[in-house]
Nanobody
């Protein structure tokens, strides 16, 4: 059974920094993308940053230049370094991972995994 475990959420002052960590265990198949999403109260969940298996990184425009995502493909871990935090960065941050596999000539199967979320609050 695949488990996704996040850690690092906290209360931090505006302008401060925080690092979130996530580990994926139990997958029989290669993890493709690892990413962080967040959801603020009353808003839809949104992509914050993603690290693709090929090495490409993707960031939401609102965090570009302030956040940095990194992953260890061998360990299936991903880290989100968040600098210059703003109150609008507050929310529950979810770690995401996915994998693809195929049995013989059958259809490709796409599995998605989510963590339980970790709370980030930016407030003075």
């Amino acid at each position: 059974q695949v488990q996704v475990v996040e850690s690092g959420g906290d209360l931090v002052r505006p302008g401060g920094s925080l690092t979130l960590s996530c580990a994926v265990t139990g997958s029989r198949f290669r993890i493709n993308t690892m990413a962080w999403h967040r959801q603020a109260p009353g808003k839809q969940r949104e992509l914050v940053a993603a690290a693709r298996v090929g090495g490409d990184m993707q960031y939401a425009a609102s965090v570009q230049g302030r956040f940095a995502i990194s992953r260890d493909r061998a360990k299936n871990t991903v880290t989100l370094l968040m600098d210059e935090l703003k109150p609008e960065d507050s929310g529950v941050y979810y770690c995401y991972a996915d994998s693809f596999h195929q049995y013989g000539a059958g259809p490709e199967i796409h599995d998605e995994y989510w963590g339980q979320g970790t709370q980030v609050t930016v407030s003075s």
